[in-house]
């Protein structure tokens, strides 16, 4: 399968956790863009050479929109193939320790939440997963070196993204160890 045209950014931020082994070294993290809507979304799929008009496209997209969350709330996953399977996992705070704890036990108080899950499809000729779906589909950029820093608005205290070009960033580096005349 022929690999993206239009590369995904990817940025490079330094872990400022002291706490964390990795303290100190950088990772890469993909250079998220604005998300697009279901409405976008339809408008894309279509603009694709679909035999259907957006409002069509987007009325099976919404009728997804509803069904899905609602199989997924009774314990039925649902596989849409082959883009993978959405399925139900439990969020409980603390487990219970021992059967005994389980007698009378409400699940509703046990239960924190429901995530919806993501299993992207598996099967070899249509792989989705995440190697291969670097593979097939992605070419990848440097985009920007993303730093953290808390500022005060309003009395309150924020954390903003300052996003320096990796161009920019390469260049000061590479400026920097240029011996002093």
Not at 122 to 129: A, Q, Y
């Amino acid at each position: 399968m022929a690999k993206n045209s239009i590369p995904m950014g990817i940025n490079v931020r330094k872990n400022k956790n002291m706490k964390n082994t990795g303290y100190g070294k950088y990772y890469p993290e993909v250079d998220l863009q604005e998300a697009l809507t279901l409405k976008g979304f339809a408008r894309h799929m279509v603009e694709h050479g679909s035999v259907w008009g957006q409002d069509v496209v987007e009325g099976v997209l919404k009728k997804i929109t509803q069904c899905l969350p609602e199989l997924v709330a009774q314990g039925v996953p649902v596989q849409l193939e082959p883009l993978g399977t959405f399925y139900p996992t439990a969020k409980v705070d603390k487990p219970l320790l021992n059967l005994a704890e389980f007698e009378g036990a409400d699940p509703n108080s046990v239960v924190k939440g429901i995530h919806i899950r993501f299993l992207p499809y598996g099967v070899e000729d249509e792989n989705i997963t995440s190697r291969r779906f670097k593979e097939d589909h992605c070419s990848l950029k440097w985009a920007y070196l993303v730093e953290s820093r808390k500022v005060t608005i309003d009395g309150k205290e924020r954390t903003v993204q300052d996003k320096t070009p990796w161009d920019t960033v390469i260049a000061d580096y590479k400026k920097s160890q240029e011996p002093e005349p």
